[in-house]
Structures are given as C-alpha cells and as structure tokens.
C-alpha cells in the first residue's frame, strides 16, 4: 500500500491531495484564484505565485487533515515540475522540497499533463475499473492539446496536437471577443445552452498531419463575425470591447456555433485516430474535458468506450498528480533536493 500526498501550484489553483495506492482518494483540496484573477480577464502570473505563497501550508494541512493522515503515514510527497508558470511552480516545488526533507520522505516529480491523464486512474465511488493498454489520450488543457497513444504506465506516443492555440485558450478568447468574461470555457457553455449551433458556419480546419489540431482559424472566424455584425472595421474594434454591443441570443448562437465546431474537431479527429490505431479505451482529460458538448458528443460518437474524470478532476488538481507520482515511485523513480521546476516540460 502507498500514500502519495500530491502538490500541484502550476498555475492558478493551489492544491495538495491524498491517494491510496494512487487511485483512492482520500482528500483533493483546491484553493481556486478563479476570483482574484478575473478582474484582469486571464491570469497575472505574479499574483497566482503570491497567492499560492499564502494558501500552500493551509491547503497542504487541509488535505492530511481531511484524509486523516499524518506526516509519519505518507510513504512520498509528488509535486508538479512543469509545464507551467515558473513562479507559481516554484512555490508547490519547495514546499514539496522542504517537507519532505524535513519529515525524510522520498519525492516524486510529476509533468503536469501527466497528471491530467492520471485523473483517469482516480477511483470515483470506489468504481473506475483498470485500463488495458494501449489507450488513447486526448488532453484538452488552457495551455495544452495532444492526442496521445499511451501503451503503458509512463510511455506515451504523441501522435498530434495544435500547432497553435489550445482548446482551452480558444475557449478564453472567444469568450473574451463576446463580452462573456474568464474563465471562457464555462461561460461559453452557459451561453451556448440558448444558441443555436447551426446559426453560423465555422471553419474546420485541415492540418498536414490528420492528428493535429488549428483553432486559430476558428478563434479568428468568430471575431470576423463580430465585427461584421456590429459593422465595424477591425482598426475600430482594437479601439473597443468587441462583443458589447451584440444582442443576447447573437452572443447565444456564436458560442453554440463556435462550441459545436471546436468539439467537432476534437471528437472526428480523436475517433478516427481510434479507429485507424488498435486500442481499448479512449481517455479524454484537462479542464476542456468538464465540457459538457464534448464529453457527450465524444461518448456518442468514439468506437470504444470513454473515460472522462469527473468535472472536479478535469481542472487543476492534485489528486492527478498524487496518482501520477504514484506509479513513478513504485516504479522506483526519486527526485534529489536539487530537482527544479521546468516552465516548458514536455509529456514524451
Ligand atoms: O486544465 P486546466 O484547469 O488548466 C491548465 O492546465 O491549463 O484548464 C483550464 C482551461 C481553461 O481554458 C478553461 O476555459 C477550460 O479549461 N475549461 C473549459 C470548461 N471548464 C474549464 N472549457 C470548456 N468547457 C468547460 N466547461
Ligand atoms: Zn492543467
């Protein structure tokens, strides 16, 4: 048996959880920045380092005390090492550093879209039956989109990913051209829940390779219409908050046009790499994933089942990165007091 304490600060949520043998979840606490962060309309990088300064020693107690665990009873601590913001990344990783050297507990670094996928491992109501490799992992993220094969614990194929915004910051910035606010994602959703999809004719994009992914086009598409419908020129636009003088159910139709050609491409591309590769299991992970048009659509159409952490596992958190680091310490991995952070840590 293992106990993992997870710590993940990468970017705007502190976190730290408890996992038995890196899939029972004994406590996931996060101290979301959501608030604090929404005034600037994204995320000021030195406020989330300062913020996760404040928050880290309450929420890593928080988390022991909720699973009713003490120090003495962790087998390792598993930290967050990169991708992210330096910072914000920093704070988790000597906290990591300085506890378990104080309390002489082997540490674990964990890439922190491996732990999206391992969100896909937690255990929800003691059901989350294990996985027979190889899967296929779509990781939809903020900063992130990778389709990956994964054909074994720790070894992953990158097979494609956006060759220029992700899912997630087409999400926020699509948001942003329609007055809707930060974070995009949720709030695209909620419009979206009185547009209608077949209202405007977003691009698809074609990419080289069939497993990548352009939203660029898509994000630029939105922003065109705006502009056409509120009859500016786009010198005016830089000059304005676009999107504000738009009628409600205009806003409704963009965002449920712009959600339905984004999941679109998501979902065809993901299906036909499961159908050209043999595999079990499709895994779809990342704050994208707690979207509900994707997560249906996926399920509707994937020819192998689906597996979708629950909406709290989907964004930031360290119950992943407690069962990611899991299966690194059983399987023998340890980091030295000299391991940093790496801001633009690669999965494969
Ligand atoms: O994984 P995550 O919490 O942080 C990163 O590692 O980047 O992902 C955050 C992203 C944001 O872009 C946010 O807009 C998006 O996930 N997101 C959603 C939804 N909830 C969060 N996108 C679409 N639909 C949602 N319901
Ligand atoms: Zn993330």
Redesign the pocket.
Known sequence: MTLILGVET??D?TAAAVLRDGRVMLSNVVASQIELHRQYGGVFPEMASRQHVLAIMPVVRQALDDAGVDWDDLDAVAVTRGPGLAGSLLVGMNVAKGTAWARDLPLVGVN?LEG?IYSNWVEVEGNNPDKDFPVLVLIV????TELILMTGHGRYRRLGGTIDDAA??A??KVARVLGLGY????V??NAAQSGDERAFRFPRARTKNPYDFSFSGLKTAVLREVQRIEGRDSSASRKLTPGENLPPQTVADLAASFQRALVDALVEKTVRAAEEIGISEICVC???S???VLRQTMRERAPVPVSVPPIYL???NAAMIAAAGHYRFVAGERAGLDMDVIPNLRLA
């Open positions: 990468s970017c949520e922190h999206h993220s903020g900063g992130h997630g910051e999400f926020d974070p995009g994602g949720p695209i959703q990342g704050g994208v707690a979207n509900a989907c964004t930031d």
